[in-house]
């Protein structure tokens, strides 16, 4: 595997910087800086040369999103995701992922004992909001049926 010596690297960031701003905002549907693109590159490409010279559109994608996080807010980062395919499905899993062993026994303990088939149903990992007060509130599914609404 051909790696970058560390003179290599800042080179190539150097003459490429421009170049990845526009692509980079191209990939996440806004303007990026060649500040942020020089950041973004600098951490694809480590100064230290341990980065190969074959690096995927996902890391570019990555990289870019890294760079430009900071500046954009949190509502801009969910609307482009969901223009990209995300879904409320994704974005659970994606928030669940890293939660405590304490929502996870909350979440467990709603699957197992709060469920009432085709009325109200939890999905294990399910999101948890941790209240100071000694409880939680478990995200969980409760069916409506279209009879419910008002007409």
């Known amino acids: 595997m051909d790696l970058f010596t560390r003179q290599d690297a800042l080179d190539y960031v150097e003459a490429q ?3 990845f701003a526009k692509h980079f905002s191209i990939v996440l549907g806004m303007q990026v800086t060649t500040d942020q693109a020089r950041r973004a590159l600098y951490a694809m490409h480590r100064p230290e040369g341990q980065c190969t010279k074959d690096v995927t559109p996902e890391a570019v994608a990555n990289a870019a999103l890294d760079a430009v996080a900071p500046a ?3 509502t801009t980062l969910l609307r482009k995701a969901s223009q990209r395919g995300a879904n409320f499905g994704k974005a659970v899993e994606v928030f669940t992922e890293d939660c405590s062993p304490l929502e996870r026994a909350y979440s467990v303990y709603a699957c197992e004992n709060l469920v009432s ?3 109200l ?4 990992g399910c999101p948890v909001s941790l ?5 939680a509130y478990v995200q969980g599914w409760k069916w409506v049926s279209r009879s419910e609404l008002p007409a």
């Open 17 to 19: 910087v421009e170049l």
């Open 72 to 74: 954009i807010d949190a």
């Open 117 to 119: 088939e085709g009325d």
């Open 121 to 124: 149903e939890f999905d294990v």
């Open 131 to 135: 209240s100071p007060d000694g409880g």
